[in-house]
């Protein structure tokens, strides 16, 4: 019976290694005073466990948050604690008792740097469990933030990616509620890092960053720049279109010269040629055609003298008539005076 009871505690103690866990992603972090801290938390609770050769399930009853103790466990006071209608209220419970168990701080001072753990208890105490790790937060006053980048340059390029990272020189911060602005306009990211993706020249300008209850602790400006090249580059290329569209034009409209000025070359030395054949042919239709036209030429002078000179025999012989006559005449007048003397 004894050996029994011996294993059935080996197996209680073995499924509570294994089946119940607290994880912190950090174990340390940073708070400004007079601002809002968050500590992450998640946790796995034992299902069940074995008991008299039973298994017996498990179920959260009870989630509480303590600061520098190891189990919260006994007297030591809780920052919060499911059971109590008493918390202070600046520190809020922001799980549950299935897997979260966020804790956040408000409105931090002094008294809050310590070291805080988180611990579950269920309906049996072979179930409770504290994770001793914790967490270590430390208050600081009066520090300036800065921008951290993910990029070891501020001149981006358009679709390019850049994470800003708002932190101090002296400590980390984790899920610090922050104001980043763009050229004093505020922005509506609250993290401590901004996510930038697909970057484009509306990006481009001065980032600050600053713990959202204290604008001393703005950071100085962080200059980003994304090339305005690359973002105008998609309109380059109906400029290039348009350019090699215009040499096209110009190429065409000098060939069309070209070949015009050729043809019409062409055209003029045939009008030549052809010109000279009519002037050989128009010569030889004359050579073909004067003979004609000196035979009636000359055949018509002969007419003319022909006619000439029959004009001119009747002529004569009108006038020999008539000196006849006038002789006869004066013959006859001639012979009557004679005889009358």
Known sequence: MRSENIFWSFMVLLAGAAGQSIQYPFTSTCAVKGSTVTLPCSFTPLKSFFKDGGEIPLKIVRV??????????????????????????????????????????????????????????????????????????????GTKMRIKSSSNVTEFIRGQSVSLQCTSLHCTFYHLNITWMKDGHTLSETGPALQLSSLTAEHSGNYTCAVRTNSWSQSEPFSLLVEGEKEEEPSKLPLILGAGFGFLLVLVIIILIFVKRKRAAAAGSQASAGGGKLMHDDNMYSSITHPAEDTGHQRTETSREDQDINYASVQFRNNQRNKQVEEAADSIIYSSVVTKG
């Open 64 to 141: 509480l948050w303590c600061k520098n103790h190891l189990i919260c466990q006994g007297p030591t006071p809780s920052v919060f604690d499911s059971n109590s209608t008493i918390n202070n209220p600046r520190y809020e419970y922001l799980g549950d008792k299935e897997r979260n168990c966020t804790l956040q701080i408000r409105d931090v001072s002094e008294t809050d740097e310590e070291t805080y753990r988180f611990r579950m208890e269920v309906n049996d105490t072979q179930g409770h469990f504290t994770n001793r790790t914790g967490m270590k937060v430390r208050v600081v006053e």
